[in-house]
């Protein structure tokens, strides 16, 4: 399984399913990561976290462990 944690500076990845249960896989949908959603990886922090995704024509910020439930292809 490949997450969102795993996509490299600079690719461009399609959502397949996310993880995680209540509070936080609504968090993650609320910001716009939802099945079938194309997210670019523009940059990641010097120590890792967060990660900057650009995601429906926006530029978010996302917590390495938020990154990890968001299963990608």
Known sequence: ???LRDVKIGETAT?????GEGAV???I???G??????VFVRKVAPLGDPIE????GYELSIRKADAEMVEVE
């Not at 990561?33 to 194309?38: E, G």
């Not at 995704?53 to 429906?56: E, N, T, W």
């Open 15 to 19: 959502v397949v399913k996310l993880h």
């Open 25 to 27: 896989k609504r968090r």
């Open 1 to 3: 399984m490949r997450t």
């Open 33 to 38: 990561i939802t099945k079938r959603t194309s």
């Open 29 to 31: 949908m609320d910001m």
């Open 53 to 56: 995704v650009s995601v429906r």
